[in-house]
Nanobody
Framework: QLQLVESGGGLVQPGGSLRLSCTTS????????IGWFRQAPGKEREGVSC?????????MYADSVKGRFTISRDHAKNTIYLQMNSLKPEDTAVYYC????????????????????WGQGTQVTVSS
């Protein structure tokens, strides 16, 4: 069964950067849409970014992170990255990656209900 593992979270000062990774073993991620989501204490889980299957690798971003975050695929490493720059305290949350195992090849979704497999999450804290 597809199991996702996130890494790369941590404590960073405002304005700093982190790169999150999402990977799995035994399956290729090429055929799935992969989404990054986050959940802050007391708030609902929200979509941050997503990337459609490798054939098109179409990307989407939440308005709150456009211009600061970049999602990408590394086929050779079977890994999806979320590069986060110019981090703000309001970016503090647990970040999750998830796989849509029945995706459209052309577009991804940032609706949590579309995703079937979830990682365990990685904490990102932005604080001085």
């Amino acid at each position: 069964q597809l199991q996702l593992v996130e890494s790369g979270g941590g404590l960073v000062q405002p304005g700093g950067s982190l790169r999150l990774s999402c990977t799995t073993s035994g399956f290729t991620l090429d055929g799935y849409s992969i989404g990054w989501f986050r959940q802050a204490p007391g708030k609902e889980r929200e979509g941050v970014s997503c990337i459609s299957p490798r054939l098109y690798s179409t990307t989407m971003y939440a308005d709150s992170v456009k211009g600061r975050f970049t999602i990408s695929r590394d086929h050779a490493k079977n890994t999806i990255y979320l590069q986060m720059n110019s981090l703000k305290p309001e970016d503090t949350a647990v970040y999750y990656c998830a796989a849509d195992v029945t995706p459209s090849p052309w577009v991804c979704s940032m609706d949590t209900g579309q995703y079937d497999r979830w990682g365990q999450g990685t904490q990102v804290t932005v604080s001085s």
